[in-house]
T-cell receptor
């Protein structure tokens, strides 16, 4: 266990559904991340939250909507997804908060991911 | 734009052998390089982090080296075991307009044959 928990582990949804992915970290970290991992492609950073403020939105379509109510919880709300959005969605956390962007040489701690299939 | 390459995409070796995984990156202006392990359908576990000022890091049977000027890193695994079977990813951290950006390679899928 890495201290980062993601639910659900698997999700199948239709293109018209609305669903949410949940991430919770028990490490006392200040920064949380959403990554997308598609087959045979490098991990893609989607969003970064530092002390509950979004500091990075990596040109992600608006059908993905993140929410960070506190430093321990991160959500990814999904609506009207496309089949090409099928992927493993990984949540991660790291210690830094406002020092994001200063080359802090931090380690990332990842959850086990949510395997999403869009039909 | 930073590109991280890992070759080969897949590697199979008999149990007990020592092996080396390779990672190369195109822009040497990095803060650090990390090696991760990913088991099928699961998240990533950080194995080793090498800061840009360091040459290598060791953890147990794992040794990672960094040659920043040539844009290369290797992960050496000694006395391989079936439990080492996983996908190994490397990633570099660099500055991107005042933020940190982590760029991943596509990984090397390692299979240790009992």
């Amino acid at each position: 266990e890495t201290g980062v928990t993601q639910t659900p582990r698997h999700l199948v949804m239709g293109m018209t559904n609305k669903k949410s992915l949940k991430c919770e970290q028990h490490l006392g970290h200040n920064a949380m991340y959403w990554y997308k991992q598609s087959a045979k492609k490098p991990l893609e950073l989607m969003f970064v939250y530092s002390l509950e403020e979004r500091v990075e939105n990596n040109s992600v379509p608006s059908r993905f909507s993140p929410e960070c109510p506190n430093s321990s919880h991160l959500f990814l709300h999904l609506h009207t997804l496309q089949p090409e959005d099928s992927a493993l969605y990984l949540c991660a956390s790291s210690q830094e908060g406002r020092a994001w962007g200063r080359g802090t040489n931090e380690k990332l701690f990842f959850g086990s991911g949510t395997q999403l299939s869009v039909l | 734009k930073q590109e991280v390459t890992q070759i080969p995409a897949a590697l199979s070796v008999p149990e007990g052998e020592n092996l080396v995984l390779n990672c190369s990156f195109t822009d040497s202006a990095i803060y650090n390089l990390q090696w991760f392990r990913q088991d099928p359908g699961k998240g990533l576990t950080s194995l080793l982090l090498i800061q840009s000022s360091q040459r290598e890091q060791t953890s147990g049977r794992l040794n990672a080296s960094l040659d920043k000027s040539s844009g290369r890193s290797t992960l050496y695994i000694a006395a391989s075991q079936p439990g080492d079977s996983a996908t190994y990813l490397c990633a570099v951290t660099e500055e991107d307009f005042g933020n940190e950006k982590l760029t991943f390679g596509t990984g090397t899928r390692l299979t240790i044959i009992p």
